[in-house]
């Protein structure tokens, strides 16, 4: 049995309902979530996800210079990866963009690692990182979370929704296992075996009795200071 045709006014709901969901989209500055577009536009939760799959999937097939993703928990409009040069172009013109080393290496141990303190950031990276942990909740990748329990209640800190629409994933969960950048066992072995001294060449540097009185013969470099 064949389902019923929909009818001009379904349509033109249908179409209402798209419309106004791109325009939502279009205008937030964060990804919004399902449920805020599910009651602005007064239908259930499911029927937004699955019209914003809907977009995401027409948007791809046509080739456009946007995408419609899902990332920190909600939807947004972001530009295809593929035209980066261009944007970087317009945007990254005359000036950095970029984080240093330090800043690169503190942001993955809060991410791995939150919530966590200043203290205990520098305990791992030996290094003082007030100056790093400012710039990074100057760019809005980490902010304060809590206070620990014990004595002083120090400050804890966490990634934020913006680093994850910088790496493009909808949650923490998306980060890659650690275990994936840990080198392997045989790895450490060659490591190891490098590094260890070679028992036959334990004793070159030793004195050596060439004509067999029992003591060392004379060093050649004392002979000629003499």
């Not at 969901?21 to 500055?29: C, D, G, I, K, Y």
């Not at 979530?33 to 995401?56: F, G, H, K, N, Y």
């Not at 620990?148 to 923490?172: C, I, M, R, W």
Request: hydrophobic share 40%; charged share 30%; proline share 7%.
């Amino acid at each position: 049995m064949t389902e019923p045709e929909p009818t001009a006014g379904e349509d033109d709901r249908e179409r209402e309902l798209r419309r106004a969901a791109e325009a939502l989209l279009l205008v937030t500055e964060e990804p919004i979530t399902v449920e805020l577009l599910a009651q602005l536009l007064e239908v259930s939760a499911e029927r937004i996800e699955a019209l914003c799959v809907e977009l995401a999937a027409e948007y791809d097939a046509t080739d456009r210079g946007f995408q419609l993703v899902k990332v920190a928990g909600g939807w947004r409009y972001q530009t295809h990866p593929d035209l980066a040069p261009y944007v970087e172009r317009y945007v990254l013109d005359g000036q950095s963009g970029r984080l240093s080393n330090a800043a690169l290496e503190t942001l993955a141990i809060v991410a791995y690692k939150q919530p966590m303190s200043r203290a205990q950031i520098a305990a791992i990276r030996g290094v003082n990182v007030d100056g790093v942990m400012r710039t990074l909740v100057q760019r809005g990748y980490v902010d304060e979370v809590g206070r620990d329990h014990g004595p002083g209640q120090a400050v804890l800190y966490g990634t934020t929704p913006t680093f994850l629409e910088k790496l493009g994933l909808n949650s923490l969960d998306e980060l890659p296992a650690l275990g994936e950048f840990v080198p392997g066992a045989d790895v450490y072995e060659a490591l190891e075996h490098g590094l260890r001294p070679d028992p036959l060449d334990a004793d070159t540097t030793a004195p050596v009795d060439d004509d067999g009185d029992g003591e060392p013969a004379p060093d050649a470099a004392d002979d000629e200071s003499e």
